[in-house]
C-alpha cells in the first residue's frame, strides 16, 4: 500500500547531542584506507585553516541514518524497512564536522512518491553544531521495493 | 580551508588523477564497525543469497565514501568539498576470495561555477559496470 502523502512536510525533535570523537573520526578514515593527515593530525588540520581534524566528507551519515530511524520507524508512517535499499544521498556543507563537534539532528520528509509500487522516501536531515550553526544537510533517498504480487 | 588547486588552474574537462580502490570481505568487517552498519548483506553470503543478492555487497555509503577520494586527494583538503551526492546503481559484489573487488574512480571538472567553485563529476565502476550514477561533487577551490 503506498504511503500517505499527509506526512510531507513531517518534522521529528531533533536527536540528542551526537559529540565528534577524533578516534571515530581515525577509525572511519581507517577503515576507508584514506591517510590524509587532516583527519589524524591536529597540526595538519590547522595547516588547512581548521580548528581541529575533521571527518571525511561521508563520515556523517552515520549520524543522520541514525536520526532518520525516527522516521523509518515512525508505526504511523508504516514504512516496510525490510523492502527498503537506500537509492540516493546527498550531502551539502556550511563547513567540514570537526572533532568536539556536538551535533543534532533533525529530521523531516521532504517528499514521498509512489512509482511502479515502488515507495520513495526523501528524507532531510539539518545538522545544527552546539551552537546552533547549520553544519550539513543531508538528503536520504530510500525505495522500498513492491511487495511481490502487489 | 585551503584547496591545493587553483580555480583559475582549471577548466571544463579538467581530468583528475583516476584511482582504484581495492574492496575484500576484511575491508567490509572494518567498516562496519567504523560506521555502525551491521546490515548482514555486507559480511553474511548465506544471508545475501537469501535475500536474492548474488554474494556480499559492498555498503553503498562505503563505495561513496571511496569514490570522493579522488576529489579530497586531488583538492588537498577534504574540508573543500561543499557539496557531494551519488545514486546507487548497482552493487559492489565482494567475492569471499584473495582478490575481492576494485572500485575504478574517474573524474573530470565538469562545471565551473561562481565564486571558486568548480563541479567535479564522477565516474564509478566495479567490473566495468557503473556503480554509482548522477555522482557529483563541488569543490571551493583555492
Redesign the interface.
Known amino acids: 500500500m503506498a504511503l500517505d502523502q499527509s506526512f510531507v512536510g513531517r518534522s521529528y525533535p531533533p536527536t540528542d547531542p551526537y559529540e565528534v570523537g577524533r578516534e571515530k573520526i581515525r577509525e572511519f578514515a581507517e577503515a576507508v584506507g584514506d591517510a590524509n593527515p587532516v583527519y589524524t593530525d591536529t597540526e595538519a588540520a590547522k595547516a588547512l585553516g581548521h580548528s581541529n581534524v575533521i571527518a571525511p566528507p561521508t563520515f556523517v551519515f552515520a549520524i543522520t541514518f541514525k536520526a532518520s530511524g525516527q522516521v523509518i520507524e515512525d508505526p504511523q508512517l508504516g514504512l516496510d524497512y525490510s523492502r527498503v535499499v537506500h537509492g540516493d544521498q546527498r550531502f551539502v556543507y556550511t563547513r567540514p564536522v570537526r572533532a568536539g563537534d556536538r551535533l543534532t539532528v533533525t529530521s523531516s520528509i521532504e517528499t514521498i512518491k509512489s512509482l511502479a509500487g515502488n515507495d520513495i522516501l526523501d528524507i532531510r536531515g539539518e545538522v545544527h553544531d552546539e551552537a546552533g550553526e547549520h553544519v550539513v544537510t543531508a538528503w536520504t533517498k530510500l525505495v522500498a521495493r513492491a511487495a511481490e504480487g502487489a | ?2 584547496a591545493k588547486i587553483s580555480y583559475d588552474d582549471v577548466e571544463v574537462g579538467t581530468e583528475l588523477p583516476a584511482q582504484s ?1 581495492p574492496v575484500t570481505r576484511a ?1 567490509l568487517v ?2 562496519a ?5 551491521f546490515n548482514p548483506i555486507h559480511w553474511n553470503e548465506k544471508f545475501a543469497v537469501e535475500v536474492g543478492l548474488p554474494d556480499v555487497i559492498a555498503h ?3 563505495t ?3 569514490a ?2 579522488v576529489v ?2 586531488w583538492a ?4 573543500a ?8 546503481t548497482r552493487p559492489v559484489v565482494v567475492p569471499n576470495d584473495d582478490k575481492g573487488a576494485v572500485i575504478e574512480v574517474a573524474a573530470k571538472v565538469g562545471a565551473k561555477l561562481d565564486d571558486g567553485r568548480v563541479r567535479v563529476d564522477l565516474v564509478a565502476t566495479s567490473e566495468g559496470q557503473k556503480v554509482l550514477g ?1 555522482s557529483r ?1 563541488v569543490v571551493q577551490l583555492a
Not at chain 2, 564497525?33 to 552498519?37: E, K, Q, T
Open positions: 580551508m585551503t580502490f575491508t572494518r567498516y564497525g567504523a560506521s555502525g552498519d553503498g555509503m562505503f561513496m565514501a571511496e570522493i577520494r579530497t586527494d588537498g583538503d577534504p574540508g568539498v561543499v557539496e557531494y551526492g551519488v545514486r546507487f548522477m561533487a
